[in-house]
């Protein structure tokens, strides 16, 4: 049988002073405990290389 997948996708966004590095860090490491596994980023553009958030898509086994 095929793996089955769930999927979990988390968005941050730009604050005043930067991302919150250490957040996203925390949610990976407990998403992570549970079983979730980040697969993939994305950082839309908004121009000369500019940001204004990120987003992570995590996966996990439901087999």
């Not at 968005?11 to 993939?40: H, P, S, V």
């Amino acid at each position: 049988m095929p793996a089955q997948w769930e999927y979990k996708v988390l968005t941050y966004d730009l604050k005043w002073k930067g991302f919150d590095y250490d957040q996203i860090e925390k949610d990976l490491n407990d998403l992570g405990r549970r079983g979730w596994e980040a697969f993939t980023t994305l950082a839309p553009g908004i121009g000369a290389g500019h940001v204004n958030e990120v987003t992570v898509m995590l996966k996990r086994s439901t087999t």
